[in-house]
């Protein structure tokens, strides 16, 4: 029970014999037997494959043994189930009629999980039976992240479609990020159901927004959708990457662990937290990702200020951001020693 117990306990801000350590992107493209499956399906087919997707799922735990598992599958999962068909390509996602007027939000609606994510949900099965005692953590995107690509069509550096759709439409823009945070909390609750033992909630590109757009539009689903899922009993994991500016307010969305990126020092997230208010929270992270393409000795002193900064009570080591598929195997296997001996 050690490794389940391990994750679980620091994400409910207990102290633990070390930092229970997981990736993002953990199953991912700098594996090699990931490349391999990689090679003879595409990648929305491989999420759609409980087969396939639970065998990547898994692969990182049997190479490297973390302490927690996470689903594979795509953050624009539930944009298809309401209506917006999802493209993946080399340049990413792409969605051909994206929402651009209040009229489009008609071709939307919330979905049956069960039926419409039915793979997602045997993915999960699969990877529980094989498991044993490492946790499962189910994910999805937060309600902002994912109406941006809803809104774009494609992923984005200046995000000016989705500020110029929340500025002149802003009952729409609620209304949408309403709709997608009550489908979310659906499809995250069936995937604990399942038997997802923990949630992590990604907010990829809410760094883009102001404190006022924060508080005017991303604040009230985000916080909805926290608090439905922690209602399931698992604990909830809130990722806002590259707001960290924003993290007196981030801590109002109730959470149980805050992801923390690379961009702040894991000891002063967690004072910036504390001033907004969230208590009995544990943090994750936050070594920068491009630290594993470095040599072997900076990898280990980077990850020794993280766990010195992060402590040994609720805290999940982990990367600011998903790791790099470039990243040598070896650095990783760096990295799992520097943590279990740290």
């Not at 306990?9 to 700098?30: F, H, K, N, V």
């Not at 595409?42 to 973390?66: M, S, W």
């Not at 500016?245 to 969305?253: D, I, N, P, Q």
């Not at 000795?297 to 993280?306: G, P, Y």
């Amino acid at each position: 029970m050690e490794a389940r117990s391990l994750f679980i306990r620091a994400c409910q801000g207990e102290a633990t014999p070390r930092p229970p350590l997981w990736m993002m992107r953990q199953a991912g493209r700098y594996l090699p037997e990931y490349r391999a499956i990689r090679a003879g399906v595409t990648f929305l087919d491989l999420c759609k494959n409980p087969t396939l997707a639970a065998e990547v799922t898994l692969q990182p735990i049997r190479r490297f043994g973390f302490d927690a598992a996470i689903l594979f599958s795509d953050l624009l999962v539930p944009l298809e189930a309401m209506g917006l068909p999802v493209a993946f390509t080399e340049q990413g996602p792409s969605i051909a009629e994206p929402v651009r007027t209040p009229a489009d939000l008609e071709r939307m609606s919330a979905f049956d999980p069960a039926k419409a994510t039915a793979f997602v949900l045997d993915t999960i099965r699969l990877v529980r039976a094989a498991l044993g005692e490492v946790p499962l953590i189910g994910f999805a995107g937060a309600p902002f992240t994912v109406a941006t690509y809803a809104i774009e069509g494609k992923t984005s550096k200046r995000f000016l479609e989705t500020k110029k759709f929340f500025y002149r439409e802003p009952a729409a823009a609620r209304r949408l990020l309403a709709l997608l945070g009550e489908a979310t909390a659906a499809y995250l609750l069936a995937q604990v159901a399942a038997g997802a033992q923990a949630i992590q909630i990604f907010d990829s590109w809410v760094g883009v927004v102001s404190p006022e757009d924060w508080d005017e539009f991303v604040f009230e689903p985000t916080a909805a959708l926290v608090a439905a899922v922690r209602k399931s009993g698992v604990p909830v994991i809130y990722f806002p990457n590259g707001a960290t500016t924003l993290l007196e307010r981030v801590a109002g969305v109730g959470a149980d662990v805050y992801g923390i990126d690379w961009r702040l020092p894991l000891d002063q997230a967690r004072e910036r937290l504390h001033r907004g208010g969230a208590k009995n929270f544990a943090v994750q992270g936050n070594l920068d990702p491009a630290v594993l393409l470095g040599p072997a000795e900076r990898i280990v002193a980077q990850t020794a200020d993280v766990l010195r900064r992060g402590g040994r009570q609720g805290h999940v080591f982990n990367l600011g951001h998903g790791i790099n598929p470039e990243t040598p195997l070896e650095s990783v296997e760096a990295l799992v020693r520097a943590v279990r001996e740290g």
